[in-house]
Each structure stands twice: as structure tokens, then as C-alpha cells.
């Protein structure tokens, strides 16, 4: 739809021409019907310059049009998306009266019913653009006023907005309804206002410091009400709260600080301004391991980072998208690290969120970290690996670049100069020259404003007594970026000595250009293993020379620093990856070395990558093997966890994922009909629908047991599943049913229909599925331009038939975006999944020579 798609140049043009004073917001959400009853009252100024304007409101039905006083037909300035002013005056008071859509896709303002007790429960998600789903406004972020909000719900809900929410008062006529008039916040962006109101469970607490009192509500659906764990969220938040207050040395910017749980989510997390929402899967239900726990705490710190960088002091426009999500990764991170029990958050940092980051880098679609931004669509495909990981990455090594003290204190100047205003890079690294001396702007250009990855390489040789005769890095890059960039680096050499592998030496040095010399090490003994990247300090992919990965091939459980083993792994996916190293020698290197890992969070990407090197990268002559192999590997080590272990559960789900043989399937009846147990396992909702699903999708199980597992969990989370695992059914008519619901219609959910999208790309049903790649192709055109943003690329991405790893595939990417002018944004997620392809067949070849 014309209009829909908000360019950079006119959100420009528009904030040179508006001051934006002030939202009044009434919504009436006393209805159970399609739509509910939006009032705006916007108080802006327009500059003498300014031509037409134009607000931004996506709703059915506009009834009311009124500028200063004076009644304007709505058949006549509103057109679905926008409300068009041809003229204005300097001083203008609109009032917008509109009927708005309830949404099911997470936009907008959500509405879900609990199927187990019929609770309503709804919830506003404003990013990048969908505020204007729910009033009528400038939907851009350095338009920024005041916002109040009063409501009108049932008298029984419990409603949160951006300021404390107030004491409901009775509305005269509707004994069942009541209205909550918040105060007005300070000026805000329109992608952080938010509403959450419904019958959820409240629990309350308050951050305490000095003269400082903050309260803070967690909330969640009712009938998660016994899994909410709000102590452990508390506890994470007050060290947050702790930790940031001194090292921003800034007040928190708002009145309270409520984290709302909330279904049918689509992202992790959103820093709607002292509202934070966060996606309902954190209220534990079933057991986790320790790294979901992780991942929330640090979840919950990047939001809170937020409310200073990012809601306080905000890009100006999405182009810093990056710097908002990179600064709270790497200071969450850090927070995590220093303020609570995980203190091997770095480590997760580089096993998970550098895996991301190398991952995204070498698509075709990667990007400079500064992007740019043309309009609203660019930016819905970029909350991806570089925008988050990357950046963070290249923060965390301008830290060390600048000096932590310098940082941070350009952070303090930045916050107090720029607090409740708009900001690009440029105000920050002014800042950040200021306080350290130093000139960035070739630092800029380098980390900044080119794409890719380097690889770096140790190339030495040894003398006859063991002694380095030469030693050199290497550095290289891809001929589409090829950048060469200076690295600040550490060089570590291990020994192996009594069965460990531990570091004798480790220096610093800078290495820059394609090849430099490094006399520090020219006449010492050579090293069992040498890491031309040690303490992760840069963001580079490492290569291992063959002494080394020999090493590693042999004892990489034996290398006793958790960084050090972690970068060993990452080297060896990166090289599966990249097709030098084969899948089944990878597979087996995991086997061989995961024994000795004690993190869990690195022991779940080796499992998960194990398993995506036997059904994607390895010859598929050797799939069976491989398969067979990990299934009997994962049911030992399964045996062998500790009761009741995180690593028991780990194990417990690699194997239910691929286990194949009659034998092996038998297990996972057993396990759930009860026949067969495990001492400390226990068989919870989650895990019992892990099981069945696979069940499911060999055959073994169907419809009846599906129902049954219903019947005994019939909650949202359980009715998911169901579906899901309706949709692995290894049947014609099941695919036919899936893909309807998916393609056919518009009616599921958000999240329903990312269970059904799970469910029917199973990974050995790839001839079963073939009737739909051309169907797929086909359908793509209308899902882009129909569904809504998050839907669609949950379509494009989801049913991608990225498990049919043939050249054909790539000729039907190819054919199809050759045909027509494609959205660019659609063409982008079509080559990204291409590339997957176009890798697992390159893999494929280097394992099939191997075997
Ligand atoms: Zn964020």
C-alpha cells in the first residue's frame, strides 16, 4: 500500500518541518469485537515551510476528523495508512477518532484468549512502526512528545502503560468498566509507548538505592501464575539496576520499571519506555537448562540498558539501529559478567553471539555494521546478526581501543548532553575523540563502514630441534569486501603436558595488512597449539595450522580454559562450514571432546551443530551413519548424566531429534508411555511434546496420540505443539492441511502459525514435500505484498525448502528473482537462504571426498 512504507528522506522532511508537543490518547477496550475505539489529540507546530502534512494511522475506520476546531471529511484525507493536512497552521490541535484492528501478528495492539481459562490478554509491540496501528501519530522516532494515556477495560484487568499506572476510577453508565488516566510521560518516541492490559498476574517489588525508590512489576498470563519465578527476575534486575546506575552515573529516566511477560511474541524482548514486554517462553513451565536462564538474565539487562540508551537518548532515525542493539548487548553482557552469577558471560558472548555475527557476515546480504537505511522495509529485515552481534563485538574491541574509563565517561557527557533528544553515530564518537584523544575516524571507516569477516592465520616453520625459525599472521577476505583491517590480537601457545592442554605464553600485538611478521616468537619451541586470536579480543575467524588441529582433533577436552576450547570449537565449525574441514570429522570431534565441557551453553550449539553437520553439510551417502552415530553417542551420554542434570536434558533432546532406528524410536514410546524411565528425568509437558513430535514425524504416532497428549496439556504452549506436531505428520494430506492453514488463510496466529511452519519442514521428508517448492515460489509474490511484515517473513524464511540441498533450488532462487523486480527486502531473505544452500552443497563435496 502506498504510504505504508515510511521513507527516510520524508521522516527527514517531516522533522525539519514539525515540533511534535503532545499525544492524548484514549482507547476503549471494553469490546470483544474486531476493533476498538482510538481518540488521539495531537498538539504540534509546523514551521512556515512546512508543505502538506501527513500523520501516520493504519486503522479500518476513521469517524472523526477534526483540525483546529474545524471538521475535515475523512473519505477525503484518509486513505488506510495515512491522515494527509494539506494545510496547516503554526500551532495545530488534531483530533483523530478511528476504530483500530485488534492484530494476531504480534503488531500493533495484540489480542489473545487463554484457552484455559478465556482470560483476555493483550499487548502493544510499536517497533519499527506499528504505533500507528493504535493512534494516530508521526511514527518516527525523532519525532518525539509527552504521551498520555487513559483506558477504558473491564475493571478486573490489570493495565500498564510508560507511567505508574494509576488507581482505575468507575466510568458512569458501565458498572463493569473502568478507566486508568495515566500521567503524562516526558517526550518519547512513538515506537516505545506502550499498553499491556488484561487479566494478568502482578507481582510487585522495589528497587531500592539511597534516596532512590524505582517500583517494578513482573507480570504474566494467569495461568502461568505458579511458574513465574519473579524472585530470580528481581534479583537480575536489581543488580542491573545497580550496575548501570553507577557506571551511567545518570537517574533512571522514568517512574517505574515493569516487566511484562506476555504470549504470542515475537521478538525477545522490547524497551517500551519503564514497560518492558518479554516473550512469555521465559516463564519456565517445563525444566530449561541453565543457558535459557542465562539468556534471560541477560535479556532482562539489555532492556534495562535501554531505557538510558535507546529510549532516554534515541537514534534520530534507523540508519543507528545498530548502536542502539549493540550497546545494550555489549553492556548487558558486561553487566552479567560483573553483577551476577554468570560469570562466564564472554564466553557465551563469543560462543554464541560471534557464531551469529560470523554467520550473518558472510552472507550475500551483509552489510557495512553503519547500514543504510532507505526506508521501513530495509529496516524490518536488519535486526539481524550484525546489527546486534557484530556491532557489539566491534564495541567491545573499541572499549579496549579507547580504554574502558574513556568509554564510559563519553557515555556520561553523551547521555547528559543529548538526554531526551535524538542522536546519530557521529554525536557519540565526538564523545568518544573527546574524552580518549584519539582520532576515530579511520577506526570508523574500517570497522564501520565495510562488510565481512577476515580469517586470520598463524603461518610458521620449525627448525629440527622443535624451535620457530619464521612466524607470521596472515589475514584475508572475501573478493566482495575485501577490507583488511588492523586487529589489536592476542597470540596464545598451548603445550600439551600430563593430559591438559594449557597456555605457556600469551602477548598482545597489532597485526594489520595480508601479512605480519612476528619476531616475539622466532627461536621458542613450537606450541602443541597455537590461537592467533587468544581472550577473543578481535572479530576475526581463526584458522588452526595442522599441528594444531591435530592437536585439537585429539584433545580438545583437555584444553582446560573455557575461552581458549570455546575458540577451538568455533574454528572447527567455521571450517565445516567453509567446507575445509569434513562434517563427519567434525561430528566426531564433538563426540570425542564434549565429554569435558562443562558450559552449557557451549555444549548445546556443539549438539545442535552436530546435528545440522549430518543433515546439511555431510555427504548424504554417510547420513545414516552419522545419524546413527549421534543417536547412540547422545543415549550414552544420556545414561551416564548426572539425575536430574542439565546436561541429562540436553542429551535427552539430541537424542529424541534424531533418533531413526526402530530401536531407538522405542526408547522415546517407552519413555513416554511410562514403560521405560530415567532416574531425575522428568517427563514435563515440554519434553513429553519433544518426543511425540518426533514420533510423529517417523510414522510412529499420529492424530490420536496427538489428542491425547492434548487432553492432558491443553494450554496455548500445548496447543501449539499439537499443532506442530500435526504438521510433521509424514502425510500428504497433513502437508496439504499445514500449508493451507499457513498459506491458504490469514486467520492463525502469529505464533500458531511458527508452529505449524516448524512442524512441516522435516528434514527427511524433502520427496514428501516436493508437490510444494513450486508452490512455494509461487505463493510468494501475494504473501509479501498481504500479510503483515512479521508474518510474511516467517512465511518466506520458514517454508523456504532449505532441506532440499540440490543445485536445482538455487536455479529456482535464481529464476524466480530473475523473472520480475523483486522487493528488496524479499530478495534479501531469498538470497540469504540461497546461500544455505549453495554452502551445504560446497560442504557436502569436501565430506563426500573424505569418505
Ligand atoms: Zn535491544
Redesign the pocket.
Known amino acids: 500500500m502506498p504510504g505504508k512504507n515510511l521513507t527516510r528522506d520524508e521522516a527527514r522532511q517531516r522533522a525539519d518541518s514539525l515540533d511534535v508537543r503532545a499525544y492524548t490518547v484514549e482507547l476503549d477496550l471494553t469490546g470483544d469485537g474486531p476493533t476498538f475505539r482510538s481518540t488521539t489529540v495531537v498538539g504540534f507546530a509546523a514551521h512556515s515551510s512546512a508543505g502538506p502534512v501527513f500523520l501516520d494511522l493504519i486503522a479500518p475506520e476513521v469517524i472523526e476528523l477534526t483540525l483546529n476546531g474545524r471538521n475535515l471529511d475523512p473519505a477525503t484525507h484518509f486513505d488506510g495508512v495515512r491522515i494527509n493536512l494539506p494545510e496547516v497552521a503554526p500551532d495545530n490541535t488534531l483530533r483523530v477518532v478511528a476504530n483500530c484492528a485488534y492484530m494476531n501478528t504480534g503488531e500493533g495492539l495484540h489480542r489473545f484468549i487463554d484457552p484455559v481459562d478465556k482470560g483476555t490478554y493483550l499487548y502493544t509491540q510499536f517497533e519499527v512502526a506499528d504505533a500507528r496501528r493504535v493512534f494516530a501519530c508521526f511514527d518516527q522516532p525523532d519525532l518525539k512528545a509527552t504521551f498520555q494515556l487513559t483506558v477504558l477495560a473491564p475493571h478486573d484487568w490489570a493495565v500498564f502503560s510508560n507511567a505508574i499506572t494509576p488507581e482505575p476510577r468507575p466510568v458512569s453508565g458501565r458498572v463493569d468498566a473502568a478507566a486508568w488516566a495515566f500521567e503524562a510521560t516526558p517526550p518519547v518516541s512513538t515506537y516505545i509507548t506502550a499498553l499491556v492490559a488484561g487479566a494478568y498476574h502482578v507481582q510487585r517489588d522495589v528497587y531500592r538505592r539511597g534516596e532512590v525508590e524505582i517500583p517494578m512489576a513482573v507480570a504474566c498470563r494467569a495461568s502461568l501464575a505458579e511458574h513465574l519465578d519473579a524472585a530470580e527476575i528481581f534479583d537480575v534486575t536489581k543488580r542491573g539496576f545497580d550496575f548501570f546506575l553507577e557506571l551511567f552515573a545518570q537517574p533512571y529516566p522514568f517512574t517505574k520499571y515493569d516487566q511484562l511477560f506476555v504470549p504470542e511474541y515475537n521478538a ?4 517500551n519506555a519503564g514497560c518492558v514486554t518479554i516473550l512469555e517462553d521465559y516463564v519456565f513451565r517445563s525444566k530449561v537448562t541453565d543457558a535459557t536462564y542465562e539468556r534471560r538474565a541477560e535479556t532482562i539487562l ?2 534495562l ?2 531505557m538510558w540508551f ?1 529510549d532516554l537518548v534515541t537514534m534520530r532515525w534507523w540508519d543507528d539501529l545498530w548502536l ?2 549493540s550497546f ?2 555489549y553492556v548487558s553482557v558486561l553487566a552479567q559478567a560483573e553483577s551476577t552469577r554468570w560469570t562466564n558471560a564472554w564466553t557465551t558472548f563469543a560462543n554464541v553471539e560471534k557464531t551469529w555475527a560470523y554467520r550473518q557476515d558472510q552472507l550475500p546480504s551483509t552489510h557495512p555494521i553503519v547500514a543504510d537505511i532507505k526506508d521501513l522495509a530495509d529496516v524490518e529485515v536488519n535486526f539481524d546478526g550484525i546489527t ?1 552481534a557484530k556491532g557489539a563485538s566491534v564495541l567491545k574491541q573499541l572499549v579496549a581501543w579507547v580504554g574502558r574509563d574513556n568509554f564510559f565517561e563519553a557515555i556520561r557527557r553523551y547521555f547528559t548532553r543529548h538526554a531526551w533528544g535524538n542522536t546519530t553515530l557521529a554525536d557519540l564518537l565526538g564523545f568518544l575523540e573527546e574524552t580518549s584523544g584519539r582520532d576515530l575516524s579511520s577506526w570508523s571507516a574500517e570497522w564501520l563502514q565495510t562488510a565481512g569477516v577476515n580469517v586470520l592465520r598463524p603461518e610458521y616453520a620449525v627448525d629440527a630441534e622443535g624451535n620457530i625459525t619464521s612466524f607470521a599472521v596472515t589475514q584475508t577476505a572475501v573478493a566482495e569486501y575485501p577490507t583488511l583491517r588492523s586487529h589489536r590480537i592476542a597470540i596464545g601457545s598451548y603445550d600439551l603436558t600430563d593430559g591438559q592442554i594449557a597456555r605457556r605464553d600469551s602477548f598482545e600485538l597489532d597485526v594489520a595488512g595480508p601479512r605480519t611478521e612476528v619476531p616475539h616468537l622466532v627461536g621458542t619451541r613450537a606450541a602443541d597449539l597455537v590461537l592467533v586470536n587468544d581472550e577473543d579480543l578481535s572479530y576475526a575467524k581463526i584458522r588452526l595450522d595442522p599441528r594444531s588441529l591435530a592437536t585439537v582433533a585429539r584433545h580438545i577436552g583437555s584444553i582446560s580454559d573455557s575461552l581458549a576450547r570455546t575458540l577451538c570449537w568455533s574454528a572447527a565449525w567455521d571450517m565445516t562450514r567453509d567446507a575445509e574441514l569434513p562434517a563427519r570429522d567434525y561430528v566426531e570431534l564433538m563426540l570425542r571432546g564434549i565429554n569435558a565441557e562443562s558450559d552449557i551453553v557451549v555444549e548445546q550449539a556443539l549438539q545442535r551443530q552436530a546435528i545440522a553437520a549430518v543433515w546439511s553439510f555431510a555427504d548424504p551417502q554417510w547420513r545414516d551413519t552419522g545419524l546413527r552415530r549421534l543417536a547412540y553417542a547422545s543415549l550414552e551420554h544420556l545414561r551416564a548424566a548426572a539425575p536430574g542434570s542439565d546436561r541429562q536434558l540436553s542429551w535427552m533432546r539430541t537424542f529424541a531429534s534424531v533418533a531413526r532406528t526402530d530401536e531407538h524410536l522405542a526408547v522415546l514410546s517407552e519413555l513416554l508411555s511410562g514403560a521405560r524411565s530415567l532416574p531425575g528425568l522428568d517427563m514435563d509437558p515440554d519434553l513429553r511434546w519433544h518426543l511425540l513430535r518426533r514420533l510423529v514425524a517417523c510414522g510412529l504416532a499420529g492424530e490420536p496420540e496427538v489428542d491425547a497428549e492434548l487432553d492432558s496439556d491443553d494450554t496455548a504452549a500445548g496447543r501449539r505443539y499439537a499443532a506442530a506436531a500435526l504438521a510433521a505428520r509424514p502425510t500428504v494430506a497433513a502437508k496439504e492441511e499445514a500449508w493451507a492453514s499457513v498459506v491458504g488463510d490469514d486467520s492463525l496466529p502469529n505464533a500458531t502459525q511458527a508452529a505449524v511452519i516448524a512442524g512441516f519442514a522435516q528434514p527427511e521428508q524433502v520427496e514428501l514435500l516436493e508437490p510444494f517448492v513450486m508452490r512455494y515460489f509461487a505463493a510468494l509474490p501475494d504473501v509479501w505484498e498481504k500479510r503483515t511484515n512479521k508474518i510474511a517473513q516467517g512465511i518466506v524464511v520458514g517454508l523456504f525448502p532449505g532441506h532440499r540441498i540440490q543445485t536445482s533450488t538455487v536455479e529456482l532462487v535464481d529464476e524466480f528473482l530473475a523473472a520480475e523486480e523483486r522487493p528488496a527486502a524479499l530478495r534479501r531473505l531469498l538470497l540469504e537462504s540461497r546461500d544455505g544452500i549453495v554452502r551445504a552443497l560446497r560442504a557436502r563435496e569436501c565430506d563426500r571426498a573424505a569418505g
Not at 525477545?268 to 524497551?271: H, I, Q, V
Open positions: 525477545g524482548a522490547m524497551e539489555h532492556e540498558a535501554h535507546g542502539n542493539e545494550a548487548t546486534y
